[in-house]
Every structure is written in C-alpha cells, then in structure tokens.
C-alpha cells in the first residue's frame, strides 16, 4: 500500500497545453508538498500545504496552481506549459520534520 | 541564505571499500539535519535524520553524523546494492517546515 502516490508517472504534452499532476498520501499527515528536480538533479520546494491551506509559495509562477481538495490530496495544476517546466515533479507529505516522497512524475513538454 | 553543499558530486568505490560524503550546510536556526536515498527513477528515501551537534545514527552499513558546520555520510565495507545517489537536506527555524536541499553525491560500487 503505498504511502504517497503519484500519478500519472510520466507526462509528455505540447508547449502551450494545461495539465495535472494528482497527489494523495494515505499516512494521515496535515502538511504535503509538491517539489521540483531538474535536470542537474536539484530538488527545489514549491508549494507547502497544512490541512489544505497555502503555507508556503517559493516564488513559482502563477502558471502553477496547487489545489487541496482534503487533507490527503495535492494536485497541481499547470498552465500554458513552457519547454523549461520539463523536469521530474515529486509530492511529499510530512507529519513532523521529515517528509516522505512519492515516486515522481516525469513532465516533457514538446 | 540557507544552503547546501554536497561533496564529492560522483564518487566510484570497489565493493568493501569504506568512505564518507560530506554535506556541509548555512542555515539561521538548524531544525534538523536529513539524509536521504534516491535510485533512479525513484522518489527520495528517507535515511535519517540529526537535530544536534555530536548526534550520530547508524543504518546497516550507513552512519551519519553531525558537527555545527557539516554532515558526513560514512559508508563502511559497501556493497553494489549501496549504490544510488545520497542526498543531504537541512530544516531551517521559521516554522514551514520546507527542505532545502544539496545537489546529491552519486555513488558507484563496483564489485
């Protein structure tokens, strides 16, 4: 039973199209995240949520919109997608000070 | 700023042969200190995680230690099955709980 769960794994979509990438961990956690890793491997926080409200926004553009509909769901949402939002997209949750990842999604834009 | 440096970026062990990667860290008010695995295609994995100076934990073949300034990951007698890249995270204060990440070393072991 997974703990956090991504899907889709992979996307590949045109420059310019809107698309979705949904998040939901089963461990009971209030706060949960979504990160960025590019392509030199850094992972970057995004977003933080705590039961479902915006608690941390690292200048991301507003291309990006998360979305909590509950506490254990994190979906993000994208845009007019632009060829350097390629990169791996990771959701996280946390109950204290460690976080816990799913396991990816892939996005290409073309 | 809050920051992280990871050292080496690559590094290529035979099986058996110990050593250490090294995290050194900036940050206002250290919450906690995190190591964390990750293979290809995978999500982070968890290791562990040091809140003070002197603070030491041990997995298996892994032993992560803390001073004021720096981490080090030791990896004793290594085995192929080690190899993944290792990534170090510090929490800062201020309460939001977000990571901050370093750019990982990725270890090779090599029978």
């Known amino acids: 039973d997974t703990a956090v769960s991504q899907t889709p794994k992979y996307l590949v979509t045109q420059m310019g199209n809107d698309k979705s990438i949904k998040c939901e961990q089963n461990?009971?956690?209030?706060?949960m995240y979504w990160y960025k890793q590019d392509s030199k491997k850094f992972l970057k926080i995004m977003f933080s949520?705590?039961?479902?409200?915006?608690?941390i926004n690292e200048t991301v553009p507003n291309r990006f919109s998360p979305k909590s509909p509950d506490k254990a769901h994190l979906n993000l949402h994208i845009n007019s997608l632009e060829l350097g939002d390629s990169a791996v997209y990771f959701c996280?949750?946390?109950?204290?000070?460690?976080?816990?990842f799913g396991q990816g999604t892939r996005l290409t834009v073309v | 700023e809050d920051q992280v440096t990871q050292s080496p970026e690559a590094l290529r062990l035979q099986e058996g042969e110990s050593s250490s990667l090294n995290c050194s860290y900036t940050?206002?008010?250290?919450?906690?200190l995190f190591w964390y695995r990750q293979d290809p295609g995978k999500g982070p994995e968890f290791l562990f995680t040091?809140?003070?100076a002197g603070e030491e934990k041990e997995k298996e073949r892994l032993k992560a230690t803390l001073t004021k300034k720096e981490s080090f990951l030791h990896i004793t007698a290594p085995k192929p099955e080690d190899s993944a890249t290792y990534l170090c995270?510090?929490?800062?204060?201020?309460?939001?709980?977000?990571?901050?990440f370093g750019a990982g070393t990725r270890l090779a072991v090599h029978p």
């Open positions: 461990l009971g956690h209030d706060t």
């Open positions: 995270a510090v929490q800062a204060g201020g309460g939001y709980n977000k990571l901050i």
């Open positions: 940050v206002s008010g250290l919450r906690g």
């Open positions: 040091l809140y003070s």
């Open positions: 949520y705590n039961n479902k409200e915006l608690i």
């Open positions: 996280a949750t946390g109950g204290g000070t460690e976080a816990f």
